[in-house]
Antibody
Framework: QVQLVESGGGLVKPGGSLRLSCAAS????????MNWIRQAPGKGLEWVSY????????YYADSVKGRFTISRDNAKNSLYLQMNSLRAEDTAMYYC????????????WGQGTLVTVSS | DIQMTQSPSSLSASVGDRVTITCRAS??????LAWYQQKPGKVPKLLIY???TLQSGVPSRFSGSGSGTDFTLTISSLQPEDVATYYC?????FGPGTKVDLK
């Protein structure tokens, strides 16, 4: 069964940084598009960022553009999200999700890692 | 960017009822439409992709239809385990969600 395990969340002050990781297993990681989706407490889903299988194509939501950087290491079966200049409105559960195609459906999701931005 | 709307925002129905949720996109595109189910405190789960294709393991009481900008998720006979929030997704945009409760 496909497994996605996020880590790296926590409490950080406004303006601070965090790096999220997603460890993938039980599928050929380098064959798939990967995504970060977030959900603020009590709110809906927001697509944060996407990276193609090779890493050559990347998308960011306007709300995080210029502050967040997505990357992947296919040799380590890992996905990352570097988050800088964090704001209170970035507080959310961050999910790693596997995509079948660019902007396509997300067939497997991790359990999520919680990021809280607060002074 | 595409905007997605869903209606209703919430509904209450009885066990066995037929439930219909509508999703509308602000513009048509090549991107297919997907539906997700999120139970309280749980991770979103893919139900339907490419408008009407049921994800493996999803009960057949769930179905999807539509084209262009208007899409529908139908639960033919609501079960207690279907209490959840349902989200549509087209491209990089999710709908705001429809919360389904038991009456």
């Amino acid at each position: 069964q496909v497994q996605l395990v996020e880590s790296g969340g926590g409490l950080v002050k406004p303006g601070g940084s965090l790096r999220l990781s997603c460890a993938a297993s039980r599928f050929i990681f380098s064959d798939y598009y990967m995504n970060w989706i977030r959900q603020a407490p009590g709110k809906g889903l927001e697509w944060v960022s996407y990276i193609s299988s090779s890493g050559n194509t990347i998308y960011y939501a306007d709300s995080v553009k210029g502050r967040f950087t997505i990357s992947r290491d296919n040799a380590k079966n890992s996905l990352y999200l570097q988050m800088n200049s964090l704001r209170a409105e970035d507080t959310a559960m961050y999910y790693c999700a596997r995509g079948v195609s660019a902007a396509g459906h997300l067939d497997y999701w991790g359990q999520g890692t919680l990021v809280t931005v607060s002074s | 960017d595409i905007q997605m709307t869903q209606s209703p925002s919430s509904l209450s129905a009885s066990v066995g009822d037929r439930v219909t949720i509508t999703c509308r996109a602000s513009q048509g595109s090549r991107d297919y439409l997907a539906w997700y189910q999120q139970k309280p405190g749980k991770v979103p789960k893919l139900l339907i992709y490419a408008v009407s294709t049921l994800q493996s393991g999803v009960p057949s009481r769930f179905s999807g239809s539509g084209s262009g900008t208007d899409f529908t998720l139908t639960i033919s006979s609501l079960q207690p385990e279907d209490v959840a929030t349902y989200y549509c997704q087209k491209g990089f945009t999710f709908g705001p969600g429809t919360k389904v409760d038991l009456k």
